[in-house]
């Protein structure tokens, strides 16, 4: 920029300074006929001090229309461009790769428009030898980006860009084909934000280059409206004086349907033991889905620990379910339905399943892995009153249907738990405990933080103010509420003899919406009572599931997440001592369901995306450092293994950190596999499913508009890739040359005129022509 | 063109360095080319015979009429009256332009000696006098051959100086030279016009025959310059930087002015004028001179 400044600054002064120079450099005449000279000139000063003037400023015009000439001549030749030193011209190419540019919603995939758009760049770069082009997807930049290579890449190191700082050449056109060939949509939802971010790193760290950056995506809705760092990442690449194109790929789309959710519906994992599955199907596009069908199969894996598996030859049981016909699906909605699911021995077992081909194939296939242990073991914890816990353990395991095994323990059992004796367990009851020891409070404390599942009952031997100091401590504590004082529940007065009075919880999910519900007949008659100020409005985490019969709505059943477990506080007894729930069917069942509730915070059913890093940090004394990892290949149930060793950690000696997906191995859904070597029980295997991010197949798009809107003052030039042509910058910047001529041969002429004008043409009378010949000077 | 007219030319007239030989070249060059002079002896003319009366010269008697008839007659002639001929050259700074061959004072001062050689040559008085503001030297108007040198060594002036006062030098010269002859003024005239031509009437009114020799340089009548010229007036400080081209018509306008009013005003009191370029050949001066005195005897 200041270069041509300076240029134009010369091209103004140029004439001045040969005029000023002229006038020291003209020819002296010792005249005689000085009086009509001077005669002469008073007549003509004014009119030739003009034409003079006029033409002056037209030979600066001149001069400067042919400074402007080459400069866009010197912009579109290279070869013009480096006979004038100009800077070299980057193009950086950010092509969208994540699983929406999959979308064929006419007929051809965004990703083909794609590639299709970046051979045309390649055709308007051919011949151009002082450009350079570097292609990144988006996957590629946020893994760069994230890796911290970007400074490492402004030094031309940009290990998974598809063409890094490739200088145009002759076979620039094959190598961009060849380039554009090897784009596939991934299964990844990744943003704009880091290709533009990595993009934005290396202009302004390569600032003796020209940049244009072109952006190669479908401009959906959910990454272009309202995203702030995009639009502040874009006004920092044009602030850097690059050109920004953004060209649309996308039509318009069809309907889509994904599978949102895959999860099992019930805690009690256990084989044997049927397991309900959870299946959530969305349609996110803009008309009702129909007749939509959902393939299902589970399969299951053979017990890692027998010792002639290794994890190469592993292969899965696979069983097809029956399929789910869904009647339609409303745009929009979401659908859910649920299917079970049995397997008859123990371990990580996956069930998968598989929607109709739609316009988006990537997110019609959900993985979920559950693991399936002999048992769910349970530890309730009795009070002075021993019929409670019988009760509960016959409750909870009728004849061994529902895989819970029912452990019965003191208050002592807790306090002289070991540090992770307590995790064996799904859920810990604590039936009408007087009080609790400080080190079983804490071990309980760390249990229920960690995912476990505890379940109060009140009782007659509670000792309430341990409870509201100790368990409660203050909100801090396990217990949900403190406790002021037992309560005696009045007589039932007509037309209102519900004692329990529950909320929309999946507890009572049986009782809802029931006329006459058995739970209106359980009668209570004493509970525990919080002071009359307590209120669980003001704390997010407490939530009262169910009151007892009464204006005051007294709590009886109170609900506390406590880090990644559950807590549920029953402030009546278990036994029938406060009330006759104990003989009510509706009993087994809402306990269970209480079980199941507060156990799911260690199954607490998170979905895994693809391109996830999944850490293990492995203790030297506890694991060996080799680490073999699994993941799916490109059949069904393949696998590509691979061993690595765990490299120490810089923070600590004492530990090792393998980490998957450090080179994209998990950038495809479906199911992985750890094996770690633990050197006391030998092979320890960790199975999880990946999905994708079904917040990509969102397939609305931003309009032209719209997105000129969103980037706001940057400017941009937005433009569809059936718009986008090879050599448009090339006529535009042709024309333009072609009108600067023009008007450069008009400006000429009228200098000339003005020359002629002012008499500046060399004469050619007979007096000038023997001056000439003889070369006489004055 | 003749070998003796070739010699003739300014540029060749140039390398001839002494102005008595260039005048005597330039005059003997022109006489040459004539195959037959009409002009030549003719200052003594017969006119009648008359009857001899005692006192007539004898010298006069026509001795072969008295061998004839026995009568004594004596012949009659023509007045014989030697012309005086007053050359007034300029020597102003002015003069001191030339470009290429003469400067104007060059061309005037050949073209002076030239005249005298010539009026010397046909038995006629030549004096005069060079002139800038005022009056350089005088020179006595004499027939003798020898006389040449004089007017050759008048004429040769230093360096040409200060500027030009036309009006009293006339007023000088009818006060010098009161008996009539020819007033042979040789200038550029840069001068007040008005005042020029009023001097150049008392001549004419004190009974000379006046011939103007208006030199002009080439420059001065074309003014054929090209870029960027400073120019400096010889007879003053004046300086003009300017393009000459975009001032010569008006430089033209004002000297085709100049010109005709001279030009106007000469013809008006009777007084020949022609106007020379330093670049033409000196024959034709003299070729205008002699035919300009022919005129004159018709014109007496």
Same mark, same amino acid.
């Given at each position: 920029?200041?270069?041509?400044?300076?240029?134009?600054?010369?091209?103004?002064?140029?004439?001045?300074?040969?005029?000023?120079?002229?006038?020291?450099?003209?020819?002296?005449?010792?005249?005689?006929?000085?009086?009509?000279?001077?005669?002469?000139?008073?007549?003509?000063?004014?009119?030739?001090?003009?034409?003079?003037?006029?033409?002056?400023?037209?030979?600066?015009?001149?001069?400067?229309?042919?400074?402007?000439?080459?400069?866009?001549?010197?912009?579109?030749?290279?070869?013009?461009?480096?006979?004038?030193?100009?800077?070299?011209?980057?193009?950086?190419?950010?092509?969208?790769?994540?699983?929406?540019?999959?979308?064929?919603?006419?007929?051809?995939?965004?990703?083909?428009?794609?590639?299709?758009?970046?051979?045309?760049?390649?055709?308007?770069?051919?011949?151009?030898?002082?450009?350079?082009?570097?292609?990144?997807?988006?996957?590629?930049?946020?893994?760069?980006?994230?890796?911290?290579?970007?400074?490492?890449?402004?030094?031309?190191?940009?290990?998974?860009?598809?063409?890094?700082?490739?200088?145009?050449?002759?076979?620039?056109?094959?190598?961009?084909?060849?380039?554009?060939?090897?784009?596939?949509?991934?299964?990844?939802?990744?943003?704009?934000?880091?290709?533009?971010?990595?993009?934005?790193?290396?202009?302004?760290?390569?600032?003796?280059?020209?940049?244009?950056?072109?952006?190669?995506?479908?401009?959906?809705?959910?990454?272009?409206?309202?995203?702030?760092?995009?639009?502040?990442?874009?006004?920092?690449?044009?602030?850097?004086?690059?050109?920004?194109?953004?060209?649309?790929?996308?039509?318009? +789309? $069809?309907? %889509?349907? !994904?599978? &949102?959710?895959? #999860?099992?519906?019930?805690?009690? @994992? /256990?084989?044997?033991?049927?397991?309900?599955?959870?299946?959530?199907?969305?349609?996110?596009?803009?008309?009702?889905?129909?007749?939509?069908?959902?393939?299902?199969?589970?399969?299951?894996?053979?017990?890692?620990?027998?010792?002639?598996?290794?994890?190469?030859?592993?292969?899965?049981?696979?069983?097809?379910?029956?399929?789910?016909?869904?009647?339609?699906?409303?745009?929009?909605?979401?659908?859910?339905?649920?299917?079970?699911?049995?397997?008859?021995?123990?371990?990580?077992?996956?069930?998968?399943?598989?929607?109709?081909?739609?316009?988006? +194939? $990537?997110? %019609?296939? !959900?993985? &979920?892995?559950? #693991?399936?242990?002999?048992?769910? @073991? /349970?530890?309730?914890?009795?009070?002075?009153?021993?019929?409670?816990?019988?009760?509960?353990?016959?409750?909870?395991?009728?004849?061994?249907?529902?895989?819970?095994?029912?452990?019965?323990?003191?208050?002592?059992?807790?306090?002289?738990?070991?540090?992770?004796?307590?995790?064996?367990?799904?859920?810990?009851?604590?039936?009408?405990?007087?009080?609790?020891?400080?080190?079983?409070?804490?071990?309980?404390?760390?249990?229920?933080?960690?995912?476990?599942?505890?379940?109060?009952?009140?009782?007659?031997?509670?000792?309430?103010?341990?409870?509201?100091?100790?368990?409660?401590?203050?909100?801090?504590?396990?217990?949900?509420?403190?406790?002021? @004082? /037992?309560?005696?529940?009045?007589?039932?007065?007509?037309?209102?003899?519900?004692?329990?009075?529950?909320?929309?919880?999946?507890?009572?999910?049986?009782?809802?919406?029931?006329?006459?519900?058995?739970?209106?007949?359980?009668?209570?008659?004493?509970?525990?009572?919080?002071?009359?100020?307590?209120?669980?409005?003001?704390?997010?985490?407490?939530?009262?599931?169910?009151?007892?019969?009464?204006?005051?709505?007294?709590?009886?059943?109170?609900?506390?997440?406590?880090?990644?477990?559950?807590?549920?506080?029953?402030?009546?007894?278990?036994?029938?001592?406060?009330?006759?729930?104990?003989?009510?069917?509706?009993?087994?069942?809402?306990?269970?369901?209480?079980?199941?509730?507060?156990?799911?915070?260690?199954?607490?059913?998170?979905?895994?995306?693809?391109?996830?890093?999944?850490?293990?940090?492995?203790?030297?004394?506890?694991?060996?450092?080799?680490?073999?990892?699994?993941?799916?290949?490109?059949?069904?149930?393949?696998?590509?293994?691979?061993?690595?060793?765990?490299?120490?950690?810089?923070?600590?000696?004492?530990?090792?950190?393998?980490?998957?997906?450090?080179?994209?191995?998990?950038?495809?859904?479906?199911?992985?596999?750890?094996?770690?070597?633990?050197?006391?029980?030998?092979?320890?295997?960790?199975?999880?499913?990946?999905?994708?991010?079904?917040?990509?197949?969102?397939?609305?798009?931003?309009?032209?508009?719209?997105?000129?809107?969103?980037?706001?003052?940057?400017?941009?030039?937005?433009?569809?890739?059936?718009?986008?042509?090879?050599?448009?910058?090339?006529?535009?910047?042709?024309?333009?040359?072609?009108?600067?001529?023009?008007?450069?041969?008009?400006?000429?002429?009228?200098?000339?005129?003005?020359?002629?004008?002012?008499?500046?043409?060399?004469?050619?009378?007979?007096?000038?022509?023997?001056?000439?010949?003889?070369?006489?000077?004055? | 063109?003749?070998?003796?007219?070739?010699?003739?030319?300014?540029?060749?007239?140039?390398?001839?360095?002494?102005?008595?030989?260039?005048?005597?070249?330039?005059?003997?060059?022109?006489?040459?080319?004539?195959?037959?002079?009409?002009?030549?002896?003719?200052?003594?003319?017969?006119?009648?015979?008359?009857?001899?009366?005692?006192?007539?010269?004898?010298?006069?008697?026509?001795?072969?009429?008295?061998?004839?008839?026995?009568?004594?007659?004596?012949?009659?002639?023509?007045?014989?009256?030697?012309?005086?001929?007053?050359?007034?050259?300029?020597?102003?700074?002015?003069?001191?332009?030339?470009?290429?061959?003469?400067?104007?004072?060059?061309?005037?001062?050949?073209?002076?000696?030239?005249?005298?050689?010539?009026?010397?040559?046909?038995?006629?008085?030549?004096?005069?006098?060079?002139?800038?503001?005022?009056?350089?030297?005088?020179?006595?108007?004499?027939?003798?051959?020898?006389?040449?040198?004089?007017?050759?060594?008048?004429?040769?002036?230093?360096?040409?100086?200060?500027?030009?006062?036309?009006?009293?030098?006339?007023?000088?010269?009818?006060?010098?030279?009161?008996?009539?002859?020819?007033?042979?003024?040789?200038?550029?005239?840069?001068?007040?016009?008005?005042?020029?031509?009023?001097?150049?009437?008392?001549?004419?009114?004190?009974?000379?025959?006046?011939?103007?020799?208006?030199?002009?340089?080439?420059?001065?009548?074309?003014?054929?310059?090209?870029?960027?010229?400073?120019?400096?007036?010889?007879?003053?400080?004046?300086?003009?930087?300017?393009?000459?081209?975009?001032?010569?018509?008006?430089?033209?306008?004002?000297?085709?002015?100049?010109?005709?009013?001279?030009?106007?005003?000469?013809?008006?009191?009777?007084?020949?004028?022609?106007?020379?370029?330093?670049?033409?050949?000196?024959?034709?001066?003299?070729?205008?001179?002699?035919?300009?005195?022919?005129?004159?005897?018709?014109?007496?």
């Amino acid at each position: 920029m200041w270069v041509w400044a300076g240029l134009a600054a010369a091209m103004v002064l140029l004439p001045i300074l040969i005029h000023l120079i002229n006038r020291l450099r003209h020819r002296r005449v010792r005249w005689a006929a000085m009086e009509f000279l001077l005669a002469s000139h008073r007549k003509n000063r004014n009119w030739v001090w003009l034409r003079q003037l006029l033409l002056l400023l037209t030979r600066i015009a001149v001069l400067l229309l042919i400074l402007v000439a080459v400069g866009q001549v010197g912009c579109e030749s290279d070869n013009m461009a480096r006979l004038l030193g100009q800077r070299i011209t980057h193009h950086y190419v950010l092509v969208d790769d994540s699983f929406s540019m999959s979308d064929n919603s006419s007929g051809t995939a965004a990703v083909e428009h794609a590639r299709q758009t970046l051979d045309m760049i390649g055709d308007r770069i051919d011949g151009r030898n002082n450009h350079r082009v570097t292609v990144i997807r988006f996957s590629a930049a946020d893994r760069m980006l994230q890796a911290g290579r970007a400074t490492s890449g402004s030094s031309g190191s940009l290990p998974q860009a598809d063409l890094n700082s490739r200088t145009v050449d002759r076979d620039i056109k094959k190598a961009i084909r060849d380039a554009a060939a090897g784009i596939e949509p991934s299964f990844l939802s990744t943003r704009p934000d880091a290709g533009l971010e990595l993009v934005s790193q290396l202009i302004q760290t390569r600032s003796d280059e020209n940049a244009i950056v072109y952006v190669l995506s479908d401009f959906r809705t959910r990454d272009w409206q309202t995203q702030t760092g995009i639009k502040q990442t874009l006004a920092e690449i044009e602030a850097a004086g690059a050109a920004i194109e953004l060209i649309r790929c996308a039509d318009a +789309p $069809a309907t %889509n349907l !994904a599978i &949102t959710s895959l #999860q099992a519906d019930g805690s009690v @994992r /256990v084989a044997g033991v049927p397991l309900m599955m959870q299946l959530k199907i969305r349609n996110f596009g803009n008309e009702t889905a129909r007749k939509v069908q959902v393939e299902l199969v589970a399969a299951a894996y053979p017990d890692e620990t027998t010792l002639d598996i290794v994890p190469e030859s592993i292969e899965p049981e696979v069983d097809e379910l029956p399929t789910i016909l869904i009647d339609e699906i409303p745009a929009g909605e979401t659908v859910t339905r649920r299917f079970p699911v049995f397997f008859s021995r123990p371990g990580q077992h996956a069930i998968r399943a598989v929607l109709q081909t739609d316009v988006v +194939p $990537a997110d %019609n296939r !959900a993985w &979920t892995v559950t #693991q399936f242990a002999p048992a769910a @073991r /349970v530890l309730v914890i009795e009070g002075p009153d021993s019929d409670a816990a019988r009760f509960i353990s016959l409750a909870l395991s009728p004849g061994g249907m529902t895989g819970l095994q029912v452990e019965t323990g003191s208050a002592a059992r807790l306090r002289d738990a070991g540090e992770t004796e307590l995790d064996q367990y799904e859920t810990i009851f604590l039936l009408d405990v007087d009080r609790l020891e400080d080190l079983a409070i804490r071990n309980l404390r760390r249990y229920v933080e960690s995912g476990g599942g505890v379940i109060f009952f009140a009782g007659p031997n509670c000792n309430l103010k341990h409870y509201t100091v100790k368990l409660f401590d203050q909100g801090r504590g396990v217990f949900p509420l403190p406790l002021a @004082r /037992v309560a005696s529940i009045p007589e039932p007065v007509a037309g209102n003899t519900t004692d329990i009075v529950v909320t929309r919880h999946p507890v009572f999910a049986p009782v809802l919406d029931i006329d006459n519900s058995p739970l209106d007949l359980v009668q209570v008659a004493r509970v525990c009572q919080p002071p009359i100020e307590w209120s669980a409005d003001g704390d997010n985490a407490t939530t009262v599931i169910a009151t007892v019969r009464g204006q005051a709505q007294m709590p009886l059943m109170v609900e506390k997440r406590l880090g990644q477990g559950r807590v549920l506080a029953t402030l009546t007894s278990a036994s029938g001592a406060w009330n006759n729930w104990l003989r009510n069917p509706t009993f087994p069942a809402t306990l269970l369901l209480m079980q199941d509730h507060v156990s799911r915070g260690r199954a607490s059913g998170q979905r895994r995306l693809v391109g996830s890093t999944p850490q293990w940090d492995l203790s030297v004394d506890q694991y060996g450092p080799d680490v073999v990892f699994a993941s799916p290949a490109d059949d069904e149930f393949g696998r590509s293994v691979w061993k690595v060793t765990a490299t120490p950690r810089a923070d600590s000696t004492s530990v090792v950190s393998a980490r998957l997906g450090a080179d994209n191995e998990t950038d495809r859904p479906g199911v992985y596999e750890t094996w770690l070597t633990n050197r006391q029980s030998g092979r320890e295997l960790s199975r999880q499913a990946l999905n994708v991010d079904t917040s990509e197949s969102h397939l609305q798009l931003l309009s032209r508009r719209d997105l000129l809107a969103e980037i706001g003052e940057v400017k941009a030039r937005v433009v569809d890739w059936d718009q986008f042509g090879p050599a448009s910058r090339g006529r535009r910047g042709t024309s333009l040359v072609r009108l600067i001529l023009a008007v450069l041969i008009i400006t000429l002429l009228v200098e000339q005129l003005l020359a002629r004008s002012a008499s500046f043409h060399p004469s050619t009378s007979r007096k000038h022509r023997w001056l000439l010949a003889r070369g006489v000077s004055h | 063109m003749p070998d003796s007219k070739r010699f003739l030319h300014p540029e060749a007239i140039r390398r001839i360095a002494r102005l008595e030989i260039r005048a005597r070249h330039i005059v003997e060059g022109f006489l040459s080319g004539m195959h037959r002079s009409p002009y030549f002896g003719q200052s003594i003319e017969f006119l009648q015979h008359r009857q001899y009366t005692p006192g007539d010269d004898l010298r006069h008697v026509d001795w072969q009429v008295w061998a004839r008839q026995d009568r004594l007659y004596v012949k009659q002639y023509e007045e014989e009256t030697n012309m005086r001929c007053h050359l007034l050259v300029d020597c102003s700074g002015s003069m001191l332009y030339g470009d290429g061959h003469l400067s104007k004072y060059e061309y005037a001062c050949t073209l002076a000696a030239s005249l005298a050689w010539l009026i010397l040559r046909q038995q006629d008085a030549v004096g005069g006098m060079t002139f800038d503001a005022g009056v350089r030297s005088r020179i006595p108007v004499k027939s003798k051959r020898n006389h040449i040198m004089s007017i050759v060594k008048a004429l040769d002036v230093d360096r040409p100086q200060d500027k030009t006062q036309l009006f009293d030098v006339f007023q000088r010269a009818a006060e010098t030279f009161p008996r009539r002859g020819m007033m042979i003024v040789v200038s550029d005239l840069f001068a007040d016009t008005e005042t020029t031509l009023k001097g150049l009437q008392l001549l004419r009114q004190r009974g000379h025959d006046v011939m103007v020799f208006h030199i002009m340089d080439d420059d001065e009548l074309d003014f054929d310059f090209d870029g960027p010229t400073r120019f400096e007036d010889l007879e003053s400080d004046s300086v003009l930087n300017c393009n000459p081209r975009a001032l010569r018509d008006g430089y033209m306008t004002a000297l085709d002015e100049f010109l005709d009013t001279v030009r106007h005003g000469c013809a008006r009191i009777m007084a020949d004028y022609a106007l020379i370029r330093t670049s033409d050949p000196l024959d034709a001066v003299l070729a205008h001179y002699l035919s300009n005195r022919l005129g004159m005897h018709h014109r007496n």
